[in-house]
């Protein structure tokens, strides 16, 4: 049967009002304008990057897009769907992207990643030292995400990417920028220093990042200072073979860290999803609290040589206001996250004379200027 | 973990051959450390006899050249090397050391049953490689020359007396069972 506009005007005459929708049949003004719609993509293609392929991968376009509109809607969907509009894709195509606002995340990060890597080739490497160098990457890594921390977004994102569904997507990341970060700093290691010095380096990365979230110091100041100290802290370790106790005392450092971080940033989301699993998530991620708080302390005290237990008993006597357990710990590192403050910054004075333990120190200061 | 599928910033337009290729050099590297320090426990205990420690030392050359050729590997492709590096060690010394103990015959069947069971993988990994097609000349060339390498010293642990050792059988079943397990676990961890 051969459809006329006629036939269908008739079948249409026949149905319910309600049926009748206003819509057309055919509409010039709903189809888009496909010879723009191509230029605009070769456009946006062309004032990217001039030396990625010529194969122009449209999910990588949207995210980049996407991230100019993150002020707006945050780390989410909208914010991909936005991009996805200004490049001529429909809305919907956010759908591309199975993690959904985590791809968001993700992919600042791999940007990220990208521009430390790019910036450190750029420099005069031979003539810095090693540890000139890692604070070169690291510092080059975080600036790049620094707007985002200024206006606090960046505390949502690693709020999300901390989130159990996607910890292991952070983890990785995470991974690859601490081994692109040490392969371009010199690292050419294939023993079990290998691992020892990445986990020292995660732990490096993670207390800065974390520094950086509540520091309103004139363009970051006060987290490069930090991030000084911490790899100042951690040179003296990783110069040396790993033995299995120094990579499983890095790991543990840079693990408690991660970990006291993850539950700090995390324990908002939590609450706001708080529904059928709040209890059971509430005493889970209170413990993991208290643990990451305990391992912390006692891989710093079995660092610096002490016995375990050590600082925890000495900073309790101290700071009576600030328990040693996860309550304390999660609920002033909240305050962190959700306000940052705009107090003096003395964390790092805060149990002088510990090692690796310092670069707990950031968690550990936030809670006690807000006790 | 985050050190599962380490992905280097450098080319790599295929997942799947970054992950075989590392599996490929994580492994060998491994076993090129376990089997210098085979060698290093054997000296250790039948150092004494001069002829035995010429030949276990020119052994023992002969598989830290392949390290070290497996150290460039592994800095260059971004390889993950095996976090169990210390483990493979202290086993290797050990396996070196107690059968060695038992004497020179039961030293040289270790060595055979070692070698034979590294010779066999290099063999699985050079087929799996040409069977994939990939452009891998430089590895191919490094693994045909290791496995040529490892089968001249099963050759000359053979002559050396390896058949005569007391116990030479449930030995070297022993020996080849655990090397093959430490295989396949080297390919992951």
Not at chain 1, 25 to 39: D, H, T, V
Request: with cysteine; glycine share 10%.
């Amino acid at each position: 049967m051969i459809h006329s506009r006629g036939m269908i005007r008739a079948v249409r005459r026949c149905l319910p009002a309600w049926a009748r929708a206003g819509r057309p049949l055919r509409s010039a003004a709903a189809a888009p304008n496909w010879a723009e719609f191509g230029r605009s993509l070769t456009e946006q293609a062309a004032g990217h990057r001039d030396e990625e392929d010529l194969f122009h991968d449209p999910e990588l376009a949207i995210l980049d897009e996407a991230l100019d509109y993150v002020e707006e809607h945050g780390w989410t969907r909208a914010a991909i769907s936005a991009g996805a509009q200004k490049l001529g894709y429909p809305p919907l195509s956010h759908g591309m992207f199975e993690k959904g606002d985590f791809a968001l995340v993700r992919h600042a990060m791999r940007r990220a990643t990208e521009a430390m890597a790019s910036q450190l080739e750029a420099m005069p490497l031979e003539a810095m030292t090693g540890d000139e160098r890692i604070i070169a990457g690291v510092r080059a890594r975080l600036e790049h995400l620094a707007p985002f921390v200024s206006s606090g977004s960046w505390a949502k994102a690693m709020a999300l990417g901390a989130l159990p569904q996607h910890a292991l997507d952070t983890s990785t990341e995470l991974g690859v920028t601490v081994d692109e970060l040490w392969y371009l700093a010199g690292d050419r290691s294939a023993d079990a220093s290998w691992y020892s010095r990445r986990g020292l380096l995660l732990g490096v990365f993670a207390s800065t990042e974390l520094y950086m979230l509540s520091d309103t110091s004139e363009g970051f100041s006060d987290t490069w200072e930090f991030l000084r100290r911490r790899v100042a802290d951690v040179s003296l370790l990783g110069s040396r073979a790993g033995s299995a106790g120094d990579v499983a005392a890095a790991f543990g450092s840079g693990l408690s860290s991660l970990a006291g971080g993850a539950f700090s940033l995390a324990r908002p989301f939590v609450e706001a999803q708080k529904g059928h699993h709040s209890e059971a998530v509430h005493s889970a991620l209170g413990s993991l609290g208290s643990v990451a708080e305990l391992f912390r302390e006692a891989v710093a005290d079995a660092a610096a040589g002490r016995a375990p237990g050590t600082s925890a008993s000495r900073r309790t006597a101290d700071e009576p206001a600030e328990a040693a357990s996860g309550a304390g710990a999660a609920g002033g590192a909240q305050g962190e996250a959700a306000a940052p403050s705009d107090d003096a910054r003395k964390r790092d004075s805060a149990p002088a004379g510990e090692g690796t333990g310092d670069e707990a120190g950031a968690s550990d200061g936030a809670a006690a200027d807000r006790a | 973990m985050c050190f599962r599928t380490p992905k280097a910033l450098a080319d790599s337009p295929d997942p799947s051959r970054k992950a075989k290729i590392d599996e490929i050099i994580r492994v060998d590297h491994a076993g090129e450390t376990a089997a210098v320090r085979i060698y290093e426990g054997q000296m250790f205990v039948l150092g004494r006899n001069k002829e035995t420690a010429e030949t276990l030392e020119h052994m023992r050359m002969q598989e830290v050249e392949h390290l070290s050729d497996l150290d460039v590997l592994v800095a260059d492709r971004r390889v993950r090397p095996s976090a169990l590096l210390p483990v493979w060690e202290v086993a290797g010394f050990a396996l070196g050391a107690v059968t060695a103990a038992m004497g020179k015959e039961a030293a040289m069947a270790c060595t055979v049953a070692v070698e034979d069971v590294i010779g066999g993988h290099y063999n699985d990994q050079i087929r799996d490689l040409l069977a994939r097609g990939w452009d891998e000349e430089e590895l191919l060339a490094l693994l045909k020359k290791n496995r040529d390498e490892e089968l001249e010293h099963l050759e000359t642990a053979t002559e050396l007396g390896a058949e005569r050792a007391p116990l030479h059988a449930p030995l070297t079943q022993i020996i080849k069972t655990g090397c093959k397990a430490a295989i396949e676990v080297a390919k992951v961890i």
